[in-house]
Nanobody, 120 residues
Framework: QVQLVESGGGLVQPGGSLRLSCAASGSIVSIYGMGWYRQAPGKQRELVAHITTSGITNYSDSVKGRFTISRDSAENTVYLQMDSLKPEDTAVYYC??????????????WGQGTQVTVSS
C-alpha cells in the first residue's frame, strides 16, 4: 500500500504565496519522478511542475518564474512553492509520483488533492 498525502492549500489573495507539501508513505522501494498537477472547474487536469530524481525540473509556461518545485528524497516528500499567485491559479492541486512499491510493482500514484483559491 502506498499513500500520497498533500497539505498546504488554502485561500490567498492575489500576489500572495502558498507552499504545498506531498509526503509519500507505505511499501516504497524507490520514488522516481514526482510532480504537481492541477484541475480547475470545468477544465482538464494539467501538469504544473515536475522534478526528476536528479533534480531536473520543468514547468508549465503559465507558472514558470512564479512556482518552484523541490523534493526531499530522504523524506519522500515533494514541495511546490507558489509565489505571485493569480486568480487563474485557483484549482485543486494533485501530487503524483512514480513509485516502485515492492511486490506491488511500479506505478503512478496520486494524492487526494488540495484546494488552492486565489481571491481578494
Amino acid at each position: 500500500q502506498v499513500q500520497l498525502v498533500e497539505s498546504g492549500g488554502g485561500l490567498v489573495q492575489p500576489g500572495g504565496s502558498l507552499r504545498l507539501s506531498c509526503a509519500a508513505s507505505g511499501s516504497i522501494v524507490s520514488i522516481y519522478g514526482m510532480g504537481w498537477y492541477r484541475q480547475a472547474p470545468g477544465k482538464q487536469r494539467e501538469l504544473v511542475a515536475h522534478i526528476t530524481t536528479s533534480g531536473i525540473t520543468n514547468y508549465s509556461d503559465s507558472v514558470k518564474g512564479r512556482f518552484t518545485i523541490s523534493r526531499d528524497s530522504a523524506e519522500n516528500t515533494v514541495y511546490l512553492q507558489m509565489d505571485s499567485l493569480k486568480p487563474e491559479d485557483t484549482a485543486v492541486y494533485y501530487c503524483n509520483a512514480q513509485i516502485h512499491a515492492g511486490v506491488l510493482g511500479f506505478g503512478g500514484y496520486w494524492g487526494q488533492g488540495t484546494q488552492v483559491t486565489v481571491s481578494s
